[in-house]
């Protein structure tokens, strides 16, 4: 083996491990799960804190409480089958998990432990998940090597500036707008992908 | 001797095929034979007697399971794998120093 050989050799193990390690699984069905289970939240708090007519406002954040717990159960259940079932497991793919975790928990605390204690009005709860929101989808669609998904991310943050600086009820469409424009349909492009990189790999 | 002996270089990894293999499983957790076989190029049967080469040699392991009724097997590298691929590059970066 000359000179020239290992060089292209130790270039080409260079490219194949810059490849895969960049490679992750991204389905989109958590994007389109809890995007349905927070647009239906936000559309239930809309009517019920602005016109009573789903109930008392002392039950939504019990309400959103319920689903919460919920979505964890099933992003608990979409993972373990992940873990079974994926293609390939990456370290890229474990960053991204923990990204959303971490996230999540972060708006978790955002919204209960800061919406309960009184120390953030709730109508601000709302831009303060969007703009979390932003950072996870930019850093997302890095990881995910799929750059219009981290340009998702100016959408959230100018959306949550937008509520920042005219708060009001309406904030609750306007998030739930954004949640099936920039979560749902994009969780389901992502999902129409990895359907077809599958049937492609059979 | 020469400073550098080619005969160091680990006949299992020294192809590239199984180089290929090395260098995806180091980079990942585990993957599954499929998407070997896109990666790397391969055929089918190309790909099962190259990783047959590698876990005869201990530098892979395989998971073999059942899902929806279908055998798959998933592949990762071992800490012996590990240390062959690195000992690998190793001697390549020390024949381009040479």
Not at chain 1, 55 to 70: A, E, H, K, R, T
């Amino acid at each position: 083996m000359d000179e020239l050989t290992a060089q292209e050799e130790i270039a080409f193990i260079k490219k194949v491990m810059q490849d895969s390690r960049k490679l992750v699984y991204a389905d989109g069905k958590e994007f389109i799960y809890w995007g349905i289970i927070i647009t239906v939240c936000l559309i239930y708090t809309y009517f019920t804190a602005g016109y009573h007519v789903t109930g008392s406002v002392n039950v939504v954040p019990l309400v959103w409480l319920f689903f919460i717990v919920l979505g964890g159960i099933g992003s608990a259940f979409f993972i373990k089958k992940r873990y079974k079932t994926a293609r390939i497991k990456s370290l890229a793919g474990q960053v991204l998990e923990k990204i959303w975790l971490g996230n999540g928990i972060g708006m978790i605390m955002v919204a209960f432990v800061g919406g309960f204690s009184g120390a953030i009005h709730g109508v601000y709860i709302s831009p303060l998940m969007s703009s979390f929101l932003g950072g996870s989808y930019y850093i997302s669609g890095f990881i995910y090597g799929k750059k219009w998904v981290s340009y998702l991310a100016v959408f959230w943050w100018l959306g949550a500036a937008i509520m920042f600086i005219f708060p009001g009820l309406y904030v609750c469409l306007l998030m739930a707008a954004m949640i099936i424009l920039l979560q749902i349909i994009p969780g389901i492009i992502l999902y129409r992908d990895s359907k077809q990189e599958i049937a492609k790999s059979k | 001797m020469n400073e550098f002996d080619y005969q160091q270089l680990d006949e299992i990894i020294h192809s590239r095929i199984r180089l290929a293999i090395m260098a995806v499983l180091i980079s990942v957790d585990e993957a599954e034979f499929t998407f070997l076989r896109d990666k790397i190029n391969a055929t089918d049967g190309n790909l099962s007697t190259h990783l047959k080469k590698l876990d005869e040699a201990g530098y892979i392991a395989v998971n073999k399971s059942f899902e929806s009724r279908k055998p798959v097997s998933r592949y990762l590298i071992t800490q012996k794998g590990r240390k062959a691929f690195e000992m690998y590059v190793e001697h390549l970066e020390k024949l381009i120093k040479k």
